[in-house]
């Protein structure tokens, strides 16, 4: 069989590994961009700071499949992701938790907030902010609405184009309010990133003898019908020339600046929730623990998609573009032998271990 991946990111990466390794057939591989890894792509700059070109990926996975099988290609480091929000000029721990809560109130102000907080949650629970604001006591209320208004207000506004109660509810439940001391944005017990960068891991993912890639090669570019498999990660109303209309996606702009100094700030990821219009700022030297005089790091601009003048990152979960994205899915099952996979080919808002663990589960379900 002759098969071929569309996107070489982490999605396209993985089937087209896992059909070379255990299948051993050949496999096409092609991105339309100059270089593999898509969205996580990585390298090390002048300075020698790895850099990740399309913002901060923090790798972390509940998933033991998913980590054994990417400990195949890389080491990773004990690096644990925390963010630090600047809230009116208080750095003060994000997701909210009862750190914070000491960071940003007085003591005694606290204290009642924390106890209160204790007979009406278990400890250790998250809730999603649009939850948390159903309070009747009215100190809850009060904190719940500094929350609403300090953390999710002005940032989702910034991130999404809309308030948080136009956002599907489990886009700002990634962030809840966390009734616990751990200052960690995942919970999940594999944390890192991969020693030498995402670019090495997809590099050795597609290090293989069956595997061929083709870089700066657009889809229409190929001879599909060479082909007996195909797996599509671009996007999948693309691939049906847009007959029912654009999914909409958000696009992120980064703006990079380097630094004289050895730190810019005080933590790898600082958001600006309600000050700025950038979203967050990244600090790239953090994640490796990079050595330099210098630093590098990069403002982000969350912005609407548009066809030809940027590139997408988020799918925007929203009931009216999941009924556009069902239509294509209806389509696709008139297709024989073409697959849809990816933030992209399945419009979902995707971290990078599901990805690969939608990879892995389609490969299963596919070739075996
Ligand atoms: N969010 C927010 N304030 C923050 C951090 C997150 O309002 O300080 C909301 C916002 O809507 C964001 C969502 O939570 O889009 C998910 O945040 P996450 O950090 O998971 O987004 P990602 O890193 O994928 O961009």
């Known amino acids: 069989m002759k098969n071929l991946v569309v996107g070489a990111g982490f999605s396209g990466a993985t089937i087209a590994n896992l059909i070379a390794t255990q299948l051993d057939e050949e496999v096409v591989i092609i991105d339309k961009k100059d270089h593999i890894a898509g969205n996580c792509f990585d390298y090390r700059d002048e300075n020698g700071i790895m850099i990740h070109k399309y913002g901060s990926h923090i790798f972390h996975t509940k998933s033991e499949k998913v980590w054994a099988y990417l400990k195949q290609f890389t080491d990773f480091n004990t690096y644990m992701h925390k963010v630090v929000g600047y809230l009116d000029g208080i750095e003060a721990q994000i997701p909210f938790n ?18 209160k907080l204790l007979d009406n949650f278990a400890y250790n629970t998250k809730v999603p902010i649009l939850e948390f604001q159903k309070q009747d006591d009215d100190d809850l209320k009060y904190l719940a609405n500094y929350v609403y208004e300090k953390i999710f207000l002005h940032y989702t506004t910034k991130q999404w184009g809309v308030p948080p109660k136009d956002v599907d509810g489990a886009v700002t439940a990634r962030v809840p309010v966390y009734l616990s001391k751990d200052n960690r944005y995942f919970q999940d017990k594999y944390q890192g990133i991969p020693l030498e960068g995402y670019t090495k ?15 700066n090669t657009e889809f229409k570019d190929v001879d599909a019908s060479k082909f007996d498999r195909i797996f599509y990660t671009g996007p999948i109303d693309e691939y049906f020339n847009y007959k029912f209309g654009q999914l909409p996606y958000r696009s992120v702009n980064f703006k990079f600046e380097t630094h004289n100094k050895e730190y810019y700030q005080s933590n790898a990821c600082v958001n600006y929730p309600c000050n700025y219009d950038f979203t967050r700022i990244h600090e790239y030297k953090y994640y490796l623990g990079d050595k330099s005089e210098k630093t590098v790091i990069a403002k982000e601009y969350s912005e609407f998609f548009e066809l030809g003048k940027n590139e997408r990152y988020y799918p925007i979960p929203k009931d009216e573009n999941t009924v556009l994205y069902n239509k294509y899915l209806e389509e696709t099952k008139k297709l024989d032998n073409v697959y849809f996979l990816g933030r992209l080919g399945d419009y979902k808002y995707y971290d990078m271990d599901k990805a690969i663990l939608r990879a892995i589960e389609l490969f299963e379900e596919v070739c075996k």
């Open 98 to 115: 009862f750190n914070t809560l000491y960071q940003v109130f007085p003591k005694t102000m606290a204290k009642n907030l924390e106890e």
């Open 201 to 215: 891991v997809v590099e050795k993912m597609l290090d293989h003898k069956n595997i061929e890639v083709r870089l």
